[in-house]
Each structure stands twice: as C-alpha cells, then as structure tokens.
C-alpha cells in the first residue's frame, strides 16, 4: 500500500474522528458530568475545587477537566468541545502507537499497529465519548512505551499526567509492571537506570502542586479521594458495579472484534526470548497487569481495560506484517459471518428501541461488505489492504451505530426537553424533584436544586446541605415562596406534584417532566 494511500486514509479517519463529535447530544451520566463541571469550572473562576452542580465533586483528578474548561474558553459550551479532549487524545493514541511500533518493529508493524487500534470497537467507540478513560490511555500508554525505549524522564512525566487524569492507579499500574519485569527478566540494573530520584522528582513536580492546592482548601478531599475513591472503591461494592472474575473476557473479545483470531498469534510471540530489554514481554506483562488488576476488582466498567488496547495493537500489528493468509481470510469470513448475524438479530437485540434497528443493519451491512473485501484481499495474497479492510469494519461499523443512536436521544439525554423551553431568566429557580439526571445543569446552562434524590453526591451534600432540600415538604415551601419557579421530575410523578402544589407543565420526553409555577 502506497505511502499516498496511506496518507489519505490518514486524512479520511481524521475528518471521520472528529466530524461527528457533535451528532449526538450529550448522555447522563458520565458525558453530562465531564462538560458539567468544566462549565462550573469557568462560569465561577475556581479551576481548584471541581464542582457539580454547584456540589464539591473530588471523585476525579482535574487534568481533563482543565482542558475541557479550557476547550470551553476557546470554543465554546458546545457538546462537540466537551468530547473535544476525549478525541485528541484518542486520535493521538494512533500516532503513539504507530511511532512506537515502527521504532521497535519497523514501518510497516507501525501502520499495522495504527490500523489495529484504530479498528478495535471498543477504542473507536470511547474515542467518541466524554469519558475519563481515553485521556487515562494516552498517558499510560506513553508511560509503558517511553519506558520500553529508554526514555525514563517522559516515563515519569507520563505517570504524573495520568494521575491527574485518573487518580493513583496512573502510577501503581505502570511501576507495577515495571516491578514484575525486573523480577521475571532478574535486570536489576533497570532500578538503576530508570532515575527513581529525578524522574520521582519529576513526577512530584508535575502532579503534586493540585493535589496540595486542592488538600489546603478543602479539609475533606484527601479522606475521601484515597480512601474512599481508591481503596474502598477496589475493595468493596459501594459503587454497585460489581460483576465476576471473568466479566472483561466478552468485553475484550468484542472490543477486539476484527483482530480475535490474531490475538492469540500475537500474544504467542511474547513467549520468544530476546536479547536486551524484550519489548514485547513487557507489554505483555503491561497488559497482564492492567487485565488482573481491574478483574479482582469490585468495581468494573468496559472501559477499564481500555488502557491494554494500545499495547495490544502494537503486538497484534507486528504478528500481521508476516501473518499468514489462511488467518486472514479465516478473520475476514468470520467477520462476514458476525455482520450477517447482526443484521438478521437486529429486530430482536433492539426490540425496545425500533427506530435504532435500521442503524444496526446499516452498521452490519458495512462491517459484512469489509470482511467480504477483507476476505478477497487476503487470498490474493494483499495483506496490507486486508488488514485496512477489516480496520475499517470495526470502525466505521461502529461510527455509524454511534451517529444512529441520535435517535435514542431522549432516553438519555435531557437535551430535547430543554431545547422546547423559553430561556429560563437567570434568578429563577430550578428544582430537580425525586431525580437527578446529568444532562440537566449542562443543557440548562447552570446549576439546579436537588430535592429528595442525592445520587452520587450525597457525601457532598453532608458537606453543603444548606444547598439541598431533604423531602417533599421542604420543596412544598420553597415552592410557594417563589414568585417563579421551573421543577424537573419523574413523569410518573408529575400528578401527584400537581394536585398537591400549583404548576404546569411546559415540556416533556419519555421519562421526565418539566414544570413551572404559574
């Protein structure tokens, strides 16, 4: 594949990354969340203390919230600038791992490895999603791979980053793996030369100043970011997202889809000895690490994991230089075989949901034509085109379920419901009743009243109740003290609102109501 072909795929997967960043509106949770406090980050000056909804919020370091804030300046409240960071440092991720697998395994692994990443769906789908964890990825990844080449002060400035991404497990994962290759490979001359004592310093420098800020401010952050944030979150199940031991094996496999059949190959090459620092073995540890650690967790997500992929892609992208061809077309057929079974289960998996189904068939229908073209290209011996074939099925299939789940916006997100409204004058109150939905503060442009539901911040509200109203009969009053007033809440429960306290209803969607006090 020629390097002006190369080019212009390049160019094409860019325009495709960015392009449809603000199709969708953005979602509860963790979309509105991550533009949310960005927002209050600006609209108050405060870029120390994050808030949500006007509530301290310590569960996250600030680093993405920053550039968030900072993409908000610039460009604009807009959801596309909110998913703005998410996406860079997505999109950057290729370029890290096509510079680190050229440098250790030459040009062609290095595009191969590109391509890889680029088609793994569960990549390509968090690329596209304000969330924490691609930002995580970024850095972790460059820790792992500066640290394969020798590079041990961007090792060290890397960790720092991803701890200000993420929390402390940007720096207990990456010398974790350090530790088990120093005692696997017996090179002690690795603590040696990875400068602890500059590249700690170096490290302090970095992450330590916000953490210290942040500490001298607010009493209560450092017990409830380490200790309830980090270890109870590991140990326990105060989150609800425990699941079992094995919960990420379908996870990998579908995040991974295109390359499953390579995974295996790839992986077996981590078992060849080789002379001097054995790049592989330590991504394949790198990886080990990451997939144990968040296995024995009690707290898992899909994207936890999301850090192994690009390690993955770069194992997975020198196994497909000199793959043979009988994989090839055996991944290709089975992609084909995944699309049409997709196309034909598309009315049943989204039963719920029917005008989603012709996206779903429409994303099968691309990932099937792919695997067929993937399929003619590897018998014909065009590896190169074959693997962009099949990168391409992971990720435009899931490009385009992404831009037709627009049309389940209203389950998920409170813009539509907004969108109806007159603006709402700024000293007019706003009350959210009995619920708590994200999209709210962010769509509404500022912060609301909570009453009776805390969601995640409750150990926030014990440290500001004055901001909070407990029950129905604290609303009741607030209510009718108000010359105006806006209330949001469960439709369910907007009859009984109405036949106990005097309002209209002004705007609606599936699950919430929107009044206001006549």
Known sequence: ??????????????????????????????ESRYAEIPREMVASGDWITPRLNGFKYFEKPPLQYWATAASFSVLGERDWAARLWTALTGFAGLALVFAFAKKISGEKAGWAAAAVLAGCP????????NTLDMGLTFFLSAAVFSFALGHWLLFWAACALAVLS????????????????????????????????????????????????VSLQNKEFAHFFFIQEHFERFTTKMHGRYQPAWYFVPVLAVGIAPWLLALPFSVAKILQ?????????????????????????DSKLPSYILPIFPALAVLIGAWLVNASRGVLV????LTVIAGIAVAVLAPQLASDYPGYVPW??????????????????????????????LALAGFGCTQLALVGHKTLSPMFSGQSLIASLPPIPRDVPVYAVDAYDHSLPWYLRRTVTMVGYKDELAKAI????????????????????????YAFGPVAEFDTMQNELPMQAVARDPRYVLVRKP
């Open 462 to 485: 014990e440290w500001e109740r004055a901001k909070f109203l407990p029950d129905a009969q604290a609303f009741g009053r607030a209510w009718r003290a108000q010359r105006a007033a």
């Open 330 to 333: 055996a991944q290709a057929a």
């Open 1 to 30: 594949m020629s390097r002006a072909l190369l080019g212009g795929l390049t160019v094409v997967l860019a325009l495709a990354w960015f392009g449809t960043l603000g199709v969708r509106p953005l979602y509860k949770a963790d």
């Open 273 to 297: 000895k080789k002379p001097g620092f054995d790049a592989p073995l330590f991504l394949g540890l790198w990886i080990a690490v990451v997939y144990a650690f968040f296995s024995v967790s």
């Open 122 to 129: 569960l990549y390509a789908l968090l690329g596209q999603v």
């Open 360 to 389: 779903i068939v429409a994303a099968a229908a691309l990932g099937t034509a792919c695997g067929v073209a993937a399929f003619a290209f590897a018998w014909h011996g065009a590896a190169a085109t074959a693997v962009a074939a």
């Open 166 to 213: 993420k929390g402390l497990i940007g720096i207990v994962l990456p010398l974790g793996t350090v530790a088990l290759y120093i005692l696997m490979k017996r090179d002690w001359s690795l603590i040696r030369k990875m400068k602890i004592v500059n590249g700690g310093a170096l490290f302090l420098l970095i992450a330590a100043p916000w953490f210290i800020a």
